[in-house]
């Protein structure tokens, strides 16, 4: 029989997106998170080796500045990410959440159009204004990135051909977080996957064979997020019943743009802080040589590896609450942050211990230099300490996102970079380089600390945001009943 039909592959696709709102809805807390989180703690470690291993085939090279160049291009490229999750942050929360709220009020899914044109178009035009206002300022932003001398040059190769991709990378970001909303993890993670190991395959082309060093390995990056944007598009334009990417639906209605920017924004202010703190630590580091440069960039990506798979949780359960909170089922959000902490608590703990039981074997497999060797190790040691908080604080994060709490999502975004910035100023003056290193560690502490406040602060009014959700559920079914 012929599986071209394509009342057959109608019908599987309906059956696809039913069982991904399944686990949105009604399936088992663990079965759900299972469904949401493996996936995409999957698809985002895959990511973190592929910095590892992105890193390895810089430092091959055997020049210190490319992996300073990396080092420096990091919070730009950090930047970049937030402009798609300003749209794709906000405005897939904001689809869960009426996709929820859809299971009482079926109007509410006609509004999801709008609201996933406007954050991909928002993003795609957002990050080409961006993108050609970097090319035409590159020499002022890599001296602002803090790039010395000697690594001027290379820093401008990574940094001119990142820019040069900014609607693709904003649109690819944007673009997975609304997959993810609908609850398509799978789809996320081979997506996620796929663009990796393209990325792998154009690296080892346009590094180690063809030696564009630092601008290949950006162009990589490049190209194989272009790859994966059109893998999200074709499947949202299969699968998907509710959302539609046709510029046709793009809409500047305050009822998409409030509730998006609400969320969406403290992304972007996040991403503006840790840019903000970067070319700080950046600068301050500096002072200690292109070996300590060198060194951070190194064990910030071998750190990303647990870091990474908390985070798969912590982004991963984002839609289930958000859906949760739209429907008004007070039980099932509860259940599923409860659930979330114990998961986030295992793996830090576990994954920590192993990556600082072995911190000494994995570092030296990426560098031989015994100078960045021994900086490395120490920093990876506050890098690990750091994500044991930071974990939760994630955690935390995602329940304002998904419950829509604005203030206190964009509170979280800001209090590391307000924190930060003068810990590490301090910390230089009064223990120089160890300073640097464990100020990270110290106002993440701090960050938790302010995020569990306002968790305790803000229960009643998401308890309020329930309530009014079983309000509207209950209406409806009178109605329904009366009809």
């Not at 490229?77 to 709220?101: K, N, P, Q």
Request: charged residues 10%; neutral net charge; proline residues 3%.
């Amino acid at each position: 029989m012929s599986t071209s039909n394509p009342e057959l592959q109608k019908a599987g696709a309906a059956d696809a997106v039913g069982t991904n709102r399944w686990y949105l809805s009604a399936a088992p807390i663990v079965r759900a998170l299972v469904h949401l989180c493996v996936p995409m703690a999957a698809a985002m470690i895959v990511g973190a080796v592929y910095n590892v291993i992105n890193a390895g085939f810089i430092g091959s090279q055997n020049d210190p500045t490319l992996l300073a160049a990396i080092t420096f291009g990091t919070p730009l490229l950090g930047l970049v990410m937030a402009i798609g999750g300003v749209f794709g942050v906000g405005g897939g929360a904001l689809i869960s959440r009426l996709l929820g709220a859809a299971e009482h009020e079926p109007e509410k899914a006609g509004e999801i159009k709008h609201v996933s044109s406007f954050a991909l178009w928002g993003a795609v035009i957002s990050g080409a204004v961006f993108g050609i206002a970097g090319l035409l300022l590159l020499n002022p932003l890599v001296s602002l990135l803090g790039a010395d001398s000697s690594a001027v040059a290379a820093t401008s190769s990574y940094v001119g051909v990142m820019l040069a991709f900014v609607p693709v990378l904003a649109a690819a970001f944007c673009l997975e977080q609304i997959v993810r909303a609908e609850g398509a993890a799978r789809q996320v993670m081979i997506g996620l996957i796929a663009s990796t190991v393209a990325n792998v395959v154009f690296d080892v082309l346009f590094i180690l064979v063809l030696h564009w060093g630092v601008a290949g390995a950006a162009l990589a990056m490049g190209l194989s997020n272009l790859g994966v944007a059109a893998y999200f598009i074709i499947w949202l334009q299969r699968n998907s019943a509710n959302v539609s990417l046709s510029p046709r639906w793009f809409t500047l209605s305050p009822a998409v743009l409030k509730p998006v920017f609400g969320v969406g924004v403290g992304e972007l202010l996040q991403a503006s802080f840790l840019i903000v703190t970067s070319l700080v630590l950046n600068n301050l580091a500096a002072a200690y040589g292109d070996s300590a440069l060198a060194a951070m960039g190194v064990a910030v990506r071998i750190a990303q590896v647990p870091e990474f798979l908390v985070m798969g949780v912590t982004l991963g359960v984002l839609p289930l609450l958000a859906y949760s909170f739209g429907k008004g089922d007070k039980a099932r959000l509860n259940s599923a942050v409860r659930v979330s902490a114990l998961t986030v608590g295992g793996i830090v703990l576990i994954s920590a211990g192993v990556v600082f039981a072995f911190r000494d074997q994995v570092f030296s497999t990426f560098v031989s230099d015994p100078s960045v060797l021994t900086i490395g190790v120490t920093i990876l040691t506050a890098q690990l300490v750091a994500m044991i908080v930071n974990g939760f604080t994630g955690l935390i994060t995602s329940l304002f996102q998904a419950t829509g709490r604005a203030t206190a999502a964009i509170v979280m975004s800001m209090a590391q970079g307000v924190v930060f910035i003068p810990i590490v100023i301090l910390g230089n003056l009064w223990f120089g380089l160890p300073g640097i290193i464990w100020s990270l560690t110290v106002s993440e502490g701090i960050v938790f600390v302010v995020g569990v406040t306002m968790w305790l602060a803000s229960r009643k009014a998401i308890d309020r945001g329930l309530a009014e959700g079983n309000a509207d559920r209950a209406e409806a079914v009178l109605e329904q009943a009366a009809a």
